[in-house]
């Protein structure tokens, strides 16, 4: 499955950014879908989920600030970012699980300025 993100950019600290990916699948319900996020020298970590029950979970500094979404009507999943801090900045990936079976999208560069 090919995951086509979209979104990122550079943003001053405090502003917002939308990620987009689009995502061939998510209309099952027996799929997760979500972003990590990855720095230089460091694992991917968990930014934001929908578990398959429907759950929303978030990486604790980003509850509060970033929203997930998704629209299956789009095959698409979303991620709000809001109050971006200079720490967020990171290359950005969705994902959707499937089983045992994980996709990923290409990445996409997010920079917050401070």
């Known amino acids: 499955v090919q995951l086509q993100a979209s979104g990122g950019g550079l943003v001053q600290a405090g502003g917002s950014l939308i990620l987009s990916c689009v995502a061939p699948?998510?209309?099952?319900?027996?799929?997760?879908v979500g972003w990590y996020r990855q720095t230089p020298g460091n694992q991917r970590e968990l930014v934001a989920e929908?578990?398959?029950?429907?759950?929303?979970n978030y990486a604790a500094y980003a509850k509060g600030r970033f929203t997930i979404s998704r629209d299956n009507a789009k095959n698409t999943m979303y991620l709000q970012m809001s109050n971006l801090k200079p720490e967020d900045t990171a290359v950005y990936y969705c994902?959707?699980?499937?089983?045992?079976?994980?996709?990923w999208g290409q990445g996409t560069q997010v920079t917050v300025s401070s």
């Open positions: 994902f959707t699980k499937w089983g045992s079976v994980t996709s």
């Open positions: 929908i578990r398959i029950s429907g759950t929303r």
């Open positions: 699948g998510i209309t099952s319900s027996k799929v997760s």
